[in-house]
Structures are given as structure tokens and as C-alpha cells.
């Protein structure tokens, strides 16, 4: 069973830093996609960014050039660097595990399996 615990989120002002950390468990299976969601109050669950097996990364254009999406296999744990924050970035963002192949963009939410409880993000202006 995948288990995914996300850590790092905080308060932060406009233009600083924040890393997330993702620990995972339970991935056997060599062909997994991870990826990082946000969801703010009020609006959908969006995806922010994907690392597939093959380390190809994937970003939404609101993040493209701020955010950076890593993954340390031999640590199990997946990273979501996040510089240069806006008050639109806050949200409370997720982790996630999908099994299969992704290359040609974030997936949608339904390729995702596994779920993370999440961790908040606030950026003041």
C-alpha cells in the first residue's frame, strides 16, 4: 500500500522560498509517476507539477521557472523546491502516486492513486 506524507509547508512573504518534502512508502512497482497538487479555498485541486521513473519533469505554466519538482530514490522521498512565492501560490498542496507512464504534461487528478494528507502553504504580500 503507497503512503505518502508531505512536510515543509509554512508562511512565507511574497518572493521567498519554501521546500516540500514528500516521504514516500509502499512503491514497488517500477513505473510510477509523482506529482504535486495544490488546492486553495474555494477553487479545484490542481496539478502543479510531475516527475515520471525517468526523471522527465512536467509544470503547469503558472509555476514554470519558480517551482522545481526532485525525487530522491534512495531516500523515497519526493521535492517540490518553490522559489520566488506569490500570495497566489498559497494553498494547501498534496502529494501524489500514480502507476503507469507520464510525460506529456501534469496528469489529471483520476491517474493518481495515492494521496498525501497535505501541507499548507501561506504567502503574504
Known amino acids: 500500500q503507497v503512503q505518502l506524507v508531505e512536510s515543509g509547508g509554512g508562511s512565507v512573504q511574497a518572493g521567498g522560498s519554501l521546500r516540500l518534502s514528500c516521504a514516500v512508502s509502499?512503491?514497488?512497482?517500477?513505473?510510477?509517476?509523482m506529482g504535486w497538487f495544490r488546492q486553495a479555498p474555494g477553487k479545484e485541486r490542481e496539478g502543479v507539477a510531475a516527475i515520471n521513473d525517468m526523471d522527465l519533469t512536467m509544470y503547469d505554466d503558472s509555476v514554470k521557472g519558480r517551482f522545481s519538482i526532485t525525487k530522491d530514490n534512495a531516500n523515497n522521498t519526493l521535492y517540490l523546491q518553490m522559489n520566488t512565492l506569490r500570495p497566489g501560490d498559497s494553498a494547501m498542496y498534496y502529494c501524489a502516486a500514480g502507476r503507469g507512464y507520464c510525460g506529456g504534461g501534469v496528469p489529471p487528478q483520476t491517474f493518481f492513486a495515492s494521496w498525501g494528507q497535505g501541507t499548507q502553504v501561506t504567502v503574504s504580500s
Open positions: 509502499g512503491v514497488t512497482h517500477t513505473s510510477y509517476c
